[in-house]
């Protein structure tokens, strides 16, 4: 009879990743980065680089995320 493992589900694999960040940080940060987003489009007339500020925002949130991934290491 082979044996049965309990399988974590997906919240139980991605929950410790966000366990160490500032949840009043986080939201500063994302209220900065809306009224900067805001605020470029209001400077701007073209449709598309509003559109590619803000991927360029998702993109840096992305990396920003995975570096705090990365444990100090001790020197």
């Known amino acids: 009879m082979p044996a049965e493992f309990d399988k974590p589900n997906i919240l139980q694999r991605i929950l410790p990743m ?4 500032d949840p009043i940080l986080l939201l500063v940060i994302a209220w900065l980065a809306g009224i900067g987003l805001a605020m470029y489009s209001a ?3 073209h449709g ?3 559109v590619d500020h803000g991927r360029n925002m998702l993109l840096a949130a992305a990396i920003l ?3 705090a991934q990365i444990p ?4």
């Open 48 to 50: 598309t680089r509003f």
């Open 65 to 67: 995320f995975v570096v």
């Open 18 to 21: 966000f366990r160490g960040f």
């Open 43 to 45: 400077g701007y007339d």
């Open 72 to 75: 100090p290491q001790n020197s």
